[in-house]
């Protein structure tokens, strides 16, 4: 079964994953999975989340 990969912020799509590989090799610890979309970060936005302060959050 093939799921797609979403980023959580800008909504692009990443590409497209075996959901087995998910279950025998989890390399991806952030990844939220919803339906057959895996909710992850793009590098952009991951760039993005390391060098704004944390205060962005609240
Ligand atoms: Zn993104």
Redesign the pocket.
Known sequence: MKIFKV????D?IIGEIELNDLTSNNSDPIMDIIGNVAYT??T??LRDMETKPRNVYH
Request: proline share 0%; charged share 20%.
């Open positions: 980023c959580h912020a800008c692009r970060l793009c952009d936005c």
